[in-house]
Every structure is written in structure tokens, then in C-alpha cells.
């Protein structure tokens, strides 16, 4: 049996979806019932990202993950510090989901 359902959009990465479609990739589909009502998902397998080699020509940024901030600091083609600076984490009082967003 079939159904065949229109006017469906997926509003994250369609043209991969419609890539999988056309190159007959094998789909998995989810129907979920939530409080708001049915979702469709469907899951299939992406083409391979091109490997890209970044280059330090034009100098670098390096990250530090911390518990509570993240350190950032630019370099120039030398290596030598231009500047640094932290993006605060403010995640006390924030829900387990929240943290891991």
C-alpha cells in the first residue's frame, strides 16, 4: 500500500532532500505524535563534504572551550597576538537542554 501525501515542505535542507530523491538514496521515515501534533521526519545519508585545508596565511583564530566562557584569540600570519577576548557562557539557572543547545 501507499500514501501519497502533498504540500509538504521541509524547511531545514531540502535541496539535500531533493538530492537523495533524485539519486535514489534510501529514506527513513518517522511519524511522531507530540502535543502539538503529528511531525514527519525523514533521515537519509548526505554526500560527502568536499576536504577543505584551511590555511594561516592571513593569520588564525583559537578557541578554548571553558566551563562558564570560551577564550578567543587572534593571531597574525606570524603566530604573534593581536587580540584576545572572552564570550561569556552564562549557563547557571539554565535547564540541561538549554546547557546543551
Known amino acids: 500500500k501507499y500514501l501519497v501525501l502533498g504540500g509538504l515542505s521541509f524547511p531545514y535542507d531540502e535541496p539535500a532532500l531533493r538530492w537523495a530523491l533524485r539519486e535514489g538514496k534510501p529514506l527513513s521515515w518517522l511519524i511522531h505524535k507530540d502535543h502539538k501534533g503529528y511531525r514527519l521526519m525523514v533521515s ?10 584551511l590555511s594561516a596565511k592571513f593569520g588564525a583564530i583559537g578557541i578554548d572551550f571553558n566551563a562558564d566562557h570560551l577564550a578567543v584569540t587572534e593571531t597574525d600570519p606570524g603566530g604573534n597576538m593581536i587580540q584576545s577576548w572572552r564570550v561569556e557562557l552564562p549557563l547557571e539557572d539554565k535547564s540541561t537542554g538549554q546547557r546543551a543547545a
Open 44 to 53: 537519509f545519508a548526505r554526500p560527502a563534504a568536499p576536504i577543505s585545508t
